[in-house]
């Protein structure tokens, strides 16, 4: 076992003398191929890699319990002496100590000791353990306690908080610490080109070292050093999109005529007006379409607020200028509800619209495939499957990626290779303000639209407890006789798919039962596509008047008939997801009812965020009310989903240092090997997928 709290100064120094921060890892005694290969699995590759590997949390092991305040659940250090020993007969070996320290005594068990340890244990002799207490045969007893010999000369008790890591299968908490207590005797030759740039702000191995070391008393107390790593992080991910941008900047093509004819021709057959919101962007993408660079545009609108039918008027624009046209959504519904959406309003004007997805027959496939490539499918909606080898387009000349927020950047740049130069769209309902925006999509010019379209009412919200199910679907019954449409959503809980599908088969067993007159489905995400896809168009066509599903439906599902969304365990979402679900009603000009069912006793956040989604309708405040709700160690190296997997910075919390980066990134501009260093360290190979794009 390694020693916890002494600090083994003569292997530290003997690495720093002979080993670098840029030398492989192998280079630190301790990692042979097999460790450098679970390490490689999360990124890491070079010694310094380590170093911008956080804790994700920490463990205060700074002071002892008396074995007489042991308390069960417990997880505390303790220091006592052995006074007896006991093999535990069995297949395999088992030990169990009696310790005791003067107020009390703990047993401790190890199912497993190297014949070295056994060596260790023996009575009279002092450790220190840590662990948790269980009351065990008689005592208190700890399993496997983290444990060290406090005879030694060079025992101490830990000074500081104990970090925990991230981790992979085969890498233990004990190696991860050995590791950066390596990595962190390398310090002093780290490089830090931000440090001339930023008077006043520590140097970046100080915060490496507090960081790592646990020094300050409360894992709140790290912040601080944290915002510094998040701060470079950020600024190499807008330096990777300046740089794209600059890349892209010689890139042109033949300037083309606008050409409205085929928009101007849906307007007269369109049932609504476009709002003065969806004007102006269509105004501003239409412009690009018709300049010698390519563009390169992100359109930014809350869900609902009508971005389809920009897509729809940039398809109809590209269309009428010779383009073939890409269209990418992250779910097989999804791209398939754009492809019906497309073909009801393209078909009358004559352009073929088709679709790629995953689950297409073989046969399909090659005729999709086979009218792309000779240039008579205008436009092809599709997933993923886009961008697979063998799609070959005939003149691809934009690509639109629904809900982009799901891909990566790697993945719209493959779609981009299959043309030659081709606009690009991107559109996302992620709320961040317009300054955010432009710094984090350093590469992409911005269109936002900022209103709904008109007559929409705002969608009552109701929290109701599930003890009053039965209740409320009493109250369903009246309002599915005027003919509304009901999504019942049964949420993933606990990252366990099978656990939503049985939730959300009871519920669907129990609904069909209690409103047999009423057709209903089941939608689900172990269900073939074929069967999903069926149940959807069946809902949106109106045969379904309850559609069951698990979260399947969350993204930019669009059946405006349906004005009622009932969310089981509503207090288990996160606020971001539950906006989502939610603004899949409130869509048509009925009064929507969104009713988040919940299974108390409820915590003080869940009935937080419920009150602010029963008080809020605006992206914008939630996802700031998100930021506002999150404690203190939820944010240390956790990553984020979405469109930026940041491994330090959150957009929202380091939203203030966004403002620093434009500066900071036109003077390390001037020093390219400087900015090198920023970028290979924060993003390495991901840095290809920032390329330009061409
Ligand atoms: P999102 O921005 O979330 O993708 P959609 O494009 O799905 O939103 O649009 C939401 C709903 O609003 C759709 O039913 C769409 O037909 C409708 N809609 C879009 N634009 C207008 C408009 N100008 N007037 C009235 N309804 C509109
Ligand atoms: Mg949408």
Redesign the pocket.
Known sequence: MPAIGSKRPSKASKVAKEVALQDPLTALPGIGPTSAARLQALGLSRVEDLLFHLPSRYQDRRFLTALASLQAGMETAVLAEVVAMERLPGRRPQWRFSLRDGTGSLAVRFFHLTPYQRQQWRIGRRFWCFGEVRAGQGSWEMIHPEWESADRPDFRPPEHLTPFYPSTAGIHQQQWRRFLQMALALLPSLEDPLAPLLPGWLPLSECLRQIHQGTESSPEHVLPYRRRLALEELLAHHLALRRARQQNAPLLQRPRPVCDHLWQKLLRTLP????PA?ERVIAEIVADLGKEQPMRRLLQ?D???????VAVATILHAVAMGMQVALMAPTEILAKQLQEQLEKWLRPLSVAVGSLTGSLASRERQAVLGALATGELAVLCGTQALFQEGVTFAHLGLVIIDEQHRFGVDQRRKLLEKGRLPHLLVMT?TPIPRSLAMTLHADLDLSIIDAL???RQPIETLVLSDHRRVELIERLRGLLQQGRQIYWVCPLIEESELLALQAAEASFRQLQEALPEFPIALIHGRQRVDQKNQSMEAFRRGDVQILVATTVIEV?V?V?NASVMVIENAERLGLAQLHQLR?RVG?GTAQSLCLLLYRGPLSVKARERLQIMRDSQDGFVIARKDLEMRGPGEFLGIRQSGEFSFRVADLLRDEDLLALLPDLASALERQPKARDVVLERWLGKRLQGYGAIG
């Open positions: 609504f007006q476009p709002t969806q609108g869900v609902g607020s009508g971005k389809t039918l309902a379209p008109p007559g930019g669009d405006p603004g869509r």
